[in-house]
C-alpha cells in the first residue's frame, strides 16, 4: 500500500511506533524514525534488514531540532510522503498537585509536537499531496482515574487533527488520527505495575473490554497504515478506533 512512499515516524524507538515503522515497510515504504530514545537506533537496524530505515536523535518538543532532523532525513530518504505523530507520554497527576512545568512537559510531548512536526513537515506534504496520522488515544473521549491530564492533552490532539484537516484539504493533504484503547505496550504494562493489585487490575480491564483482550501494537500499526495509503484517499478529519470495542460500551 505505500510502495515507493517516504513516512517519518515520531516515537519510534519503541512500542507502537516501532510496529508501525515494521508495517510501513512490509507495505514497500521507507522509514525515518524520530526518538529522544537512542534504541531507536536498533529498532531502525532490524527494520532496516527488510526495507529502508533511519533512525535520527531528535527532541520532537523543540522546533528547531525537528526542522534540523527533517533537513537531514530528507536529504537522505527524499521529500516525505506522510507523517505520524506518535510521540507520547503518559501522566498520572493530580490537579491540585501537578505543577506547571509539569504541565507544559507533558502538553510538550503529547500536543505541541504534533504541531511542530506537521508545521515542519507540511511543505513537503502538500508537494507530494501526502498525509499525516496523529495518535491519539480513548482516553481523548473516555477516561479513567489518576491519568489527568492526558486526557485533555489526547483530546486537544483531536481537535488539532480536525483543524490541521480541514485547512490543508483543498492543497490535497489527509490529516487523521487513531485512537488505540488498552494496547500491550510498554506503558500499559508500566501502569499495571502501577496498581496495588495488578493482576485483578488487568482481570478487570480485561472483562471491560468486548473482545476481552488487549490490541496488539501491529493491529494499531495496520490502521496507520491504511490511513497514509492511497485507499483511504476520501478520509480526513477522522479518528478511528482501534479498542477491541471498549469505546462502544455502555457500563452495566
Given amino acids: 500500500m505505500l510502495a515507493g512512499k517516504a513516512v517519518l515516524v515520531t516515537g519510534g524507538a519503541q512500542g507502537i511506533g516501532a510496529a508501525i515503522a515494521d508495517a510501513i515497510v512490509d507495505e514497500g515504504g521507507s522509514v525515518a524514525l524520530l526518538d529522544i530514545d537512542v534504541s531507536g537506533e536498533e529498532?531502525?537496524?532490524?527494520?532496516?534488514?527488510?526495507?529502508?530505515?533511519?533512525?535520527?536523535?531528535?527532541?520532537?518538543?523543540?522546533?528547531?531540532?525537528?526542522?534540523?532532523?527533517?533537513?537531514?532525513?530528507?536529504?537522505?530518504?527524499?521529500r516525505?510522503?506522510?507523517l505520524v505523530n506518535n510521540a507520547g507520554v503518559n501522566a498520572y497527576f493530580d490537579a491540585v498537585e501537578m505543577t506547571e512545568e509539569q504541565w507544559d512537559s507533558v502538553f510538550?510531548?503529547?500536543?505541541?509536537?504534533?504541531?511542530?512536526?506537521?508545521?515542519?513537515t507540511l511543505p513537503s506534504l502538500i508537494e507530494q499531496r501526502g498525509s499525516i496520522v496523529n495518535m491519539s488515544?480513548?482516553?481523548?473521549?473516555?477516561?479513567?482515574?489518576?491519568f489527568f491530564p492526558y486526557a485533555a492533552a489526547k483530546a486537544g490532539l483531536e481537535g488539532l487533527t480536525r483543524s490541521l484537516a480541514l485547512d490543508y484539504a483543498a492543497a490535497g493533504v489527509r490529516v487523521n488520527a487513531v485512537a488505540p484503547g488498552y494496547?500491550?505496550?510498554?506503558?500499559?504494562?508500566?501502569?499495571?505495575?502501577?496498581q496495588p493489585d495488578r493482576e485483578a487490575t488487568l482481570e478487570s480491564v480485561?472483562?471491560?473490554?468486548?473482545?476481552?483482550?488487549?490490541?496488539?501494537?501491529?493491529e494499531i500499526a495496520d490502521a496507520v497504515v491504511y490511513l497514509l495509503s492511497d485507499r483511504a484517499s476520501a478520509i480526513t478529519g477522522a479518528t478511528l478506533a482501534v479498542d477491541c470495542g471498549l469505546g462502544v460500551r455502555f457500563a452495566s
Avoid: H
Fill in 137 to 146: 488515544s480513548i482516553q481523548a473521549r473516555l477516561t479513567i482515574e489518576g
Fill in 183 to 194: 494496547t500491550d505496550t510498554r506503558l500499559v504494562q508500566e501502569w499495571l505495575d502501577l
Fill in 206 to 218: 480485561l472483562q471491560s473490554i468486548p473482545m476481552r483482550r488487549l490490541a496488539a501494537t501491529r
Fill in 43 to 78: 529498532t531502525a537496524a532490524r527494520v532496516a534488514a527488510r526495507g529502508t530505515a533511519r533512525f535520527y536523535s531528535c527532541d520532537v518538543r523543540s522546533f528547531d531540532d525537528v526542522q534540523r532532523t527533517i533537513n537531514a532525513a530528507e536529504q537522505e530518504l527524499g
Fill in 108 to 120: 510538550a510531548v503529547d500536543l505541541k509536537a504534533a504541531w511542530l512536526c506537521a508545521k515542519a
Fill in 80 to 82: 516525505f510522503d506522510g
